[in-house]
């Protein structure tokens, strides 16, 4: 069974930083594109980054050279470093694989 479980979210004050951790089992992270998402309240989910099976990187323009997005393929494990977090950032973030999402970690940014 495919599973992706996010971690790392919590509440943080504006300019401060966050890593999101997305911890995969029954797939390999290296093999297809990772991408985390996000949904902020009374929003659609929006796209933030991805990487692909090479190691290259892609970002929305909101959070490009804030976020960083990595993969650790020994621990099976994809992050989210984010940076200078402003109050838009606040929401539910999601890490995806194909067609499995996990079920999401909450980032707060407020003072």
């Known amino acids: 069974q495919v599973q992706l479980v996010e971690s790392g979210g919590g509440l943080v004050q504006p300019g401060g930083s966050l890593r999101l951790s997305c911890a995969a089992s029954?797939?390999?992270?290296?093999?297809?594109?990772v991408g985390w998402y996000r949904q902020a309240p009374g929003k659609q989910r929006e796209w933030v980054a991805q990487?692909?099976?090479?190691?290259?990187?892609d970002y929305a323009g909101p959070v490009k050279d804030r976020f960083t997005i990595s993969r650790d393929d020994a621990k099976n494990t994809v992050y989210l470093h984010m940076n200078s977090l402003k109050p838009e950032d606040t929401a539910v973030y999601y890490c995806?694989?194909?067609?499995?999402w996990g079920k999401g970690t909450l980032v707060t940014v407020s003072s």
């Open positions: 995806n694989q194909r067609d499995t």
């Open positions: 029954g797939t390999t992270v290296s093999t297809n594109i």
């Open positions: 990487v692909r099976p090479s190691g290259s990187t």
